[in-house]
């Protein structure tokens, strides 16, 4: 999914929010990372940010990157990704971002959409 809007610290924000199986890579590859996940030294400290799905709060983790904010994790056995431009959006963070899993077959689905993200690959 690809979100824009503004950036708490000013100007104009982006996130992309990947959910994939392990090995898929497409997460990783948004983020700049040369294989299909985070990689060494993965989750070797406290997280830095959470999502909030199913009322359960899932960690996440910083994932280096030069010109963007970079965050993964893992809920129920999937890989969770929040790209962010630019750097600074990852301020979006400091509070739970609450995800729903869209598969769920008991919500009433109203997905907003609007113009594509250039940050998807065409």
Do not use: Y
């Not at 739970?96 to 609007?114: K, M, N, Y």
Request: hydrophobic letters at 45%; zero cysteines.
């Amino acid at each position: 999914m690809a979100l824009s809007g503004p950036n708490p610290l000013g100007g104009p924000a982006e996130m992309l929010i990947v959910a994939e199986e392990p090995g898929v890579g497409l997460g990783a590859g948004l983020a700049g990372l040369p294989g299909p996940d985070p990689g060494d030294g993965f989750a070797a400290s406290q997280p830095h940010a959470f999502v909030k799905v199913a009322h359960h709060e899932a960690p996440l983790w910083l994932v280096e990157s030069d010109d963007k904010a970079v965050f993964a994790g893992e809920v129920a056995a999937h890989w969770v990704w929040l790209v962010l431009w630019p750097d600074t959006a990852g301020t979006l963070l400091f509070e739970p971002l609450p995800l729903r899993d869209l598969r769920d077959p008991e919500q009433e689905l109203d997905v907003p959409f609007g113009a594509l993200s250039p940050r998807l690959p065409a």
